[in-house]
């Protein structure tokens, strides 16, 4: 089911001080995907789940779930939330701790009062599929973090919502834990093809779940696209900056010929493949990931995009060596292979991937 999202603001008044939690929002969230709405804290991520959901009354706008209109402020309609078909799994598991696995899973069903053998029989069938059979009479509190989750999440799929909402649903959990739940609700959500809307701060999170990821800064949507566009595509230095590593270098355009942009920088020119259109004298910067700059072997010197540079600081951290490196008063972040003989306070050469220089914009 598509969620069309047309002009949604809302304003907060905190000690009357005016936060716009929501500006403008336009957004349409594909059907039967795994879209994740990615974002620092406090730019706007929960008020915009709340209002999808209904326990948030926007200023403003409209929202529509498949064809039915849920809120518009203009054609004063408001679907209440238990209307809306949707499940919603929280931060905090909110499971009951009073009752076993079995209540949990079979509440929203026996709020809709269906046929005891029907709740029973859906409840088997839910469980059977996170792989908690067996565990019906147990306590919920006698579960680990990772199966209250998943009592959660079967709470929020037992009712066959049309969509279902995730509020940093894996944040409570330790980091192997949420790695490896994170591939879990992957494989568990693909195959239910059902359209789920996931918030997160955590950019690994969204790159890895999702098929679609839409960046949010201050109360609007700065950016939406696959998560190798927002990774490797992206124009603007918030979303560079925000996703992964990135070395970012001012500079200024030198000339824009047919294959590469040049770039005046701090540490020389930088020759970026040419994406956008961009004219000689602006201001811009250039964004390299660590990923991305290659060590040379001794012999090789002097070209484009090759830098000389004085190794700082070098860590290693299980996989690869972490370092900083300093090209003239410039310091950036490189890695390197755990085979390498190169030591702190080696001057080395390094290799900028023109097709990975990315030119940003503001
Ligand atoms: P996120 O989920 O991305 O961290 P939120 O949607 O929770 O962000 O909050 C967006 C902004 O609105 C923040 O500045 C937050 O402090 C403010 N805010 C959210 N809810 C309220 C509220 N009930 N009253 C006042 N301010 C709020
Ligand atoms: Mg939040």
Redesign the pocket.
């Known amino acids: 089911m598509e969620i069309r999202i047309r002009n949604l603001s809302k304003d907060?008044f905190?000690e009357g001080r005016k936060?716009a939690?929501l500006d403008q929002v336009d957004l349409n969230i594909p059907a039967n995907r795994i879209f994740t709405l990615l974002?620092p804290?406090?730019?706007?991520?929960?008020?915009?789940l709340r209002c999808i959901v209904g326990l948030e009354t926007p200023d403003k706008g409209e929202i529509a779930i498949g064809e039915e209109i849920v809120f518009s402020r203009e054609k004063n309609i408001y679907v209440p939330p238990e209307k809306r078909g949707l499940g919603m799994v929280f931060q905090t598991y909110a499971i009951w701790p009073h009752m076993n696995v079995f209540d949990n899973v079979a509440y929203p069903l026996q709020a809709r009062k269906l046929p005891k053998k029907e709740i029973v029989d859906k409840v088997a069938k839910a469980l059977r599929f996170v792989q908690l059979e067996g565990f019906e009479k147990r306590p919920a509190t006698k579960l680990s973090g990772g199966q209250q989750q998943r009592v959660a999440l079967v709470r929020a799929l037992v009712a066959e919502p049309k969509v279902i909402l995730f509020d940093e649903p894996l944040s409570n959990l330790d980091a192997k834990l949420r790695e490896e739940t994170r591939k879990e609700l992957r494989s568990f959500l693909s195959r239910l093809s059902i359209t789920a809307v996931y918030?997160t701060h955590d950019q690994i999170e969204a790159l890895s779940l999702s098929d679609t990821v839409a960046v949010?800064k201050n109360g609007r949507i700065v950016e939406m696209g696959t998560p190798w566009d927002i990774y490797f595509n992206s124009d603007q230095r918030f979303v560079a900056d925000f996703i992964g590593r990135a070395n970012i270098i001012e500079g200024k355009v030198k000339s824009a010929g047919e294959d590469f942009t040049l770039i005046d920088s701090a540490i020389g020119p930088i020759a970026c493949q040419v994406k956008n259109e961009a004219l000689p004298g602006k201001v811009v910067s250039v964004c390299i990931r660590p990923e991305f700059i290659r060590l040379l072997a001794g012999g090789q010197g002097e070209g484009q995009n090759i830098f000389r540079g004085h190794v700082e600081s070098l860590v290693f951290v299980g996989d690869i060596y972490e370092g900083e490196i300093r090209i003239k008063d410039t310091s950036l972040s490189f890695q390197l292979e755990p085979t390498t003989k190169v030591k702190e306070g080696d001057e080395i050469n390094l290799y900028f991937d023109p097709a990975h220089c990315s030119i940003l914009f503001n």
């Open positions: 907060y905190p936060i939690a974002g804290s406090g730019c706007g991520k929960t008020t915009l918030v949010m």
